[in-house]
Structures are given as C-alpha cells and as structure tokens.
C-alpha cells in the first residue's frame, strides 16, 4: 500500500453499535462528534467526485486527472481527522504544496470558460451538474473542519486546503460545461 497500511480484515466490526467509533490509534468518539461529522462529510464528496468521475467524457481527461488527485488527498484529510487529538499524526496529510496545487488548478480551470458577470444556477451538462453537487458538500465539511476546529485546532494547510476544494470544484464545473458547449444560466431575481 502506498500510504497507512491500513487493513480491513472484515466490513463489519460491532464495535460501533452502541454510537461510538474508533480512531486511529484506539479512541473512541461518538458517531455524531464534530471529528467524526468533518471526516465523514470528506468521505461523502470522495463518493460524489466519483460519480462526477463517472459522468466525465473522456475528452476532459484533464478534468478527471484533478478529480482523481482530489480523491487522493480527501484520504490525507480523512487520516488525520482519523486520528485521536494528541495521539499519533500520520506521516502523509495536506501540506502547503497541496494548496498551492489547488490555486493553479482553480486558475488554470477558471481561465477555460468565459468571464462570469453574475451568480450562475448550478446546473448545466451532466458532470458540470454533478459538480455543482459535490461542490455543495466540499462547503459543507468545511463548515464541519471549523466546527471541529473551534474545540481541537487544526492545522492552518488543512483549514486553508479545504477552503480552496470548493474553489476548485466551481472552477471545473464552469469549465466543464463550457468545454461540453453548455452556457451558464444566471438566476432570475424576477421570478
């Protein structure tokens, strides 16, 4: 394995029928506790980046690289989140060049559709739709990471590295659609 040499003997374990859940290292934490909604919120946009992943014509092989990548460093974020607070950090997490590496991609991406003007409805072709969605829940388990980091600071790469994922994810779902000929819609205040 290329990083935790993790191993998962069964899916099923009992442990966590009475509402708690283990972290690396042994500790247990209720299923509902703010490290375990973060970690978790990072889970489900790895899933829906897979749907966008699925949903993606092979002419955005460039779109789905990023995506790809992405996935990989949702694992970095997950791991630490994993593990308990003052228990061992794992080697591999997000790091300032991960940052950095999400600003270029939301620059490079946001220089592939036309200049926006106005708020657009999330909508669009089908992987730029899908986008739309999994940007939604990058917010939402950033709003989780600073829930979790008002009682157990977290470090200032993984706060701002979250803070760019939606960035990104809006940057590609723009230029996604732009790519598959789609036009942006800008919401009707009239209605």
Do not use: C
């Amino acid at each position: 394995m290329a990083a935790g040499d993790e191993s998962i003997p069964r899916l099923y374990t009992r442990t966590g029928d009475r509402g708690t859940t283990g972290l690396a290292g042994g500790a247990r934490v209720d299923k509902d506790s703010p490290r375990i909604r973060a970690y978790g919120t990072f889970d489900e946009l790895g899933s829906e980046l897979g749907v966008v992943d699925a949903s993606l014509p092979e002419s955005l092989g460039d779109v789905r690289a990023v995506i790809t990548r992405l996935q990989h460093e949702l694992f970095l974020a997950q791991s630490e989140l994993a593990a308990a607070p003052g228990g061992k950090v794992p080697g591999a997490r997000i790091q300032h060049r991960h940052v950095r590496r999400l600003e270029e991609d939301i620059d490079r991406f946001d220089a592939a559709h036309p200049e926006l003007h106005s708020f657009v409805l999330p909508r669009g072709s089908r992987p730029g739709a899908a986008l739309h969605v999994a940007r939604t829940v990058a917010r939402r388990a950033e709003r989780e990471l600073w829930a979790l980091h008002r009682t157990e600071p977290q470090r200032e790469e993984l706060l701002a590295w979250a803070n760019r994922v939606s960035d990104l994810l809006f940057a590609l779902a723009l230029a996604t659609n732009h790519a598959l000929g789609v036009a942006e819609v800008a919401p009707d205040y009239s209605v």
